[in-house]
């Protein structure tokens, strides 16, 4: 079969220039003979190295990777708005890209006179324009304002005119660059039967996305980016689960450096306030009257103090990241300096907006004190962890019976739950859908 794309061995490199010596005024430039120097590049930038693959004619290929992954550097060689400082791309059919929004309109003049400048420069004749003129304007949406200045369009029918121009050149290879992220959902929708549509009529599509589903459901095979590099290429399916396993620990790394911070800076705050060897600090007064609107911080006597607090998934290791369902334990480390037989524990479970999603402590659970002393450690095990994608906060403390803090971890440590479904709210319950015989959904 033929290629409608390839791509081989391309790489393409930017050079930044020096900014901090720019001169006051081409005079002074030459009188201190800097010019050419300031001019000089002082490093490059690999957006992309080494890229290879090929994409089938009549084929849908996804493009995914992190931002400045050089996604968009590709799409611009293989439209040839770029050159590659080396390797080659060869495009087999006429090429409509729709990679920067609006790029080509001029701002001054019309929607009608736009659509027929961009025409002609995709390589229609006027002639085609007018023959497809009124199918464009009604796919964009813009009957009324298409005799308005362009310079008058929200980013919406920006993105509207400039799409139903692309498509309606007839290509038999489209390139989109994120468009379809300023669209409503009506539009999007429209934009996704055009895919298909395309598809029947095996038409190559190139699209890079951050829509990960997109890609599984719409793409026939997909490319992951990373610092301009090929990791993963093939089926959508596996290279989005590679993808978001690598996002995955890249967020719990960052999480996780984040805690270390944020442990230090709380040690130095207290730091002032120990005055004991029982290293209690000599001010406890300043404990929050209400706990569901206190600050992130720490705060107690320490005369039972928590030492360590760390998250546990399903397979017992240290995590920041759980996938929404996971099974999480709190682990927390405690140090006592005199025996009590007065001591309560408790866990709080907070969302991004400091919403308490659930709360509890050892005397609500009815679970009466006798003695704690020396170093010891509990563990808080929660089977399922049905709550929606987001990021949430844990609070730790140890307190008398009365209240009275020994140490209190106020939204110190972070946790993040991820999820392919995008319900909303915080908490999502074990639910299952029944319909009559006559209600019917298409098999996914």
């Not at 009506?186 to 699209?207: G, H, P, Q, V, Y």
């Not at 230090?264 to 000599?282: C, E, H, K």
Request: aromatic share 8%; with cysteine.
């Amino acid at each position: 079969m033929t290629n409608a794309i390839d791509v081989v061995n391309v790489s393409k490199v930017y050079r930044r220039y020096a900014r901090k010596k720019q001169f006051a005024t081409l005079k002074s430039a030459l009188l201190k003979g800097s010019l050419i120097r300031d001019l000089q590049p002082d490093e490059t930038f690999p957006a992309l190295r080494g890229v290879t693959f090929s994409v089938p004619k009549g084929c849908t290929y996804g493009i995914i990777g992190r931002n400045g992954s050089g996604k968009s550097t590709l799409l611009k060689c293989v439209a040839g708005i770029t050159k590659p400082n080396e390797g080659t791309v060869k495009v087999n059919g006429r090429i409509s890209a729709l990679i920067e929004l609006g790029a080509g309109f001029h701002p001054e003049i019309s929607g009608r006179e736009n659509v027929f400048i961009n025409g002609i420069m995709l390589g229609l004749t006027k002639r085609e324009i007018h023959r497809r003129f009124d199918e464009i304007v009604e796919f964009a949406e813009l009957k009324d304002f298409i005799d308005a200045p362009v310079k008058t369009y929200s980013s919406g029918m920006y993105m509207r005119l400039g799409f139903a121009v692309a498509i309606h050149v007839d290509p038999e290879v489209l390139l989109i660059d994120e468009v379809l992220a300023v669209g409503d959902q009506s539009f999007t929708a429209k934009c996704l039967d055009k895919f298909a549509e395309f598809r029947r009529r095996n038409r190559t599509i190139m699209l890079v996305t951050h829509s990960l589903d997109l890609v599984e459901k719409f793409c026939d095979l997909a490319l992951w980016l990373e610092k301009g590099k090929t990791l993963a290429e093939g089926e959508p399916k596996r290279v989005v689960a590679s993808y978001l396993l690598d996002v995955g620990n890249a967020e719990e790394a960052e999480i996780a450096k984040t805690e270390v911070t944020k442990a230090a800076q709380v040690a130095r705050d207290n730091a002032a306030g120990i005055s004991n060897t029982a290293g209690q600090p000599s001010d406890v007064v300043n404990t929050p009257a209400n706990m569901f609107q206190a600050t992130e911080g720490r705060w107690g006597s320490r005369e039972v103090e928590i030492t360590e607090v760390t998250l546990h998934g399903p397979d017992g290791q240290v995590s920041h990241v759980f996938q929404s369902g996971d099974g999480m334990e709190v682990r927390v480390k405690t140090r006592v300096h005199v025996a009590t037989n007065d001591f309560v524990f408790g866990v709080g479970l907070f969302n991004a907006d400091g919403i308490c999603c659930y709360g509890t402590n050892t005397n609500i659970e009815e679970l009466q004190p006798d003695e704690i002393s020396g170093e010891g450690m509990i563990g808080f095990q929660i089977a399922n962890l049905d709550l929606v994608e987001g990021t949430y906060k844990i609070d730790v403390a140890a307190h008398k019976l009365d209240g009275y803090p020994y140490d209190y971890h106020r939204l110190l440590h972070t946790f993040r739950v991820k999820s392919r479904t995008k319900d909303v709210g915080i908490y999502r319950p074990r639910h299952r859908w029944n319909f009559t015989s006559n209600i019917r959904f298409k098999t996914p």
